[in-house]
C-alpha cells in the first residue's frame, strides 16, 4: 500500500461518523489516508508522539476533528509544521459551537484552517486537503476541475427537477 498523506484523526471513535465524509472525499480523488483516535486531553503523549513523526512519514496534511473543548487540531499546529484543517465536532451540549470556537480561535502564529461544525465541514476539510495537494499536482488538478463542473451540472439538474415540479403542480 502506499505511504499515506492525509492523516484523519479524531478525538473519540464516536467521532468517526462525522470525519469519514473526510476519508470519502479523500477516497473520490483516490488520495491515500490513514485515519485513527488520538485525544488531546486524554491522551497527550500518543497524540505528541504522532504529531512528532507525522512529517518524517510522509504526510503531508493533517485533518483534525474534535467536540467540546476542541484542542486536537490546536495541539497538533502547535507542534508540526504541516497544514492542520480542523473540524468541529457537534457532540457536547452546546451542539459544536464550543468546538468551532475552540478551533477557530487559536492565537497568531499557529493557524489551523477551521471548517464548519459536522459533516459539511468534514467533507470541505477532505476537499481542502485535496486542493492543497493539487497545487503540486496537475492530474489532481483537473480531478478538481471535473468535480466542481459535475457540481455545477448537478445543481442545473435539481433545478430542473423544481422546476418542472412547480410547473406540473400550477398545472393541477
Ligand atoms: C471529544 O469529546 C471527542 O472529540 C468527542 O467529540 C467528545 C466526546 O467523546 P466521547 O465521550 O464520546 O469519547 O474529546
Redesign the pocket.
Known sequence: MAKPLVGIV??????LHVMQEAGKMLDRFQVEHEILVT????SPARTRNYVKNAEKRGLKILIA??????H?AGTLAAESPLPVIGVP?D??PLQGLD?LLSTAQMPGGVPVATMGIGSSGARNAGLLAVQILALGDPKLSRQLQDYKKNQAKEVEAKSRKVQAAHAQNRSA
Open positions: 479524531m478525538g473519540s471513535d464516536s467521532d485525544s488531546a486531553h486524554r476533528g474534535a467536540g467540546g473543548a476542541a486536537l465536532i457532540s457536547s468546538a
